[in-house]
């Protein structure tokens, strides 16, 4: 299965934070899955850190040897992903969970997340 995991999601496996789930935490250490963040996770890491809203140990550097250790692949952004997220309805204005939709979708993809807004979109999702 390829799995796209929301930003949050993501941090929580890394930090080993509780609120990741029972359902969530095997399908991300299982090697049978392709597992992928997107980069738009990356650029929205790196705002919230330069902002100080979120404290990163080692800086943006570290937050890409933490995804490669976590054996994750970087997802890109493509034109088709753009074109995907131009025709997704308004349910949720965030540009970057927008854009994971979109990602997700295209791609086949399930999106393992906790935002309950992702429900209003046609994405199989896997709640965390």
Do not use: C
Request: hydrophobic share 45%; charged share 25%.
């Amino acid at each position: 299965m390829k799995l796209l995991v929301d930003t949050h999601v993501f941090l929580w496996f890394i930090l080993d934070d509780p609120r990741i789930t029972t359902t969530a935490r095997p399908l991300l250490v299982d090697p049978d899955h392709e597992r992928f963040l997107s980069l738009a996770s990356v650029w929205e890491v790196a705002i919230k850190h330069g902002l100080g809203k979120l404290q990163l140990t080692d800086g943006i550097k570290g937050f890409f040897r933490d995804i490669e250790q976590a054996n994750f692949e970087l997802l890109d952004i493509k034109p088709g992903h753009i074109m995907d997220l131009a025709s997704l309805p308004l349910h949720h204005r965030d540009p970057f969970d927008r854009i994971l939709i979109a990602q997700a979708k295209h791609e086949g993809m399930h999106l393992l997340t906790s935002d309950p807004q992702f429900g209003s979109y046609a994405v199989p999702l896997i709640k965390t």
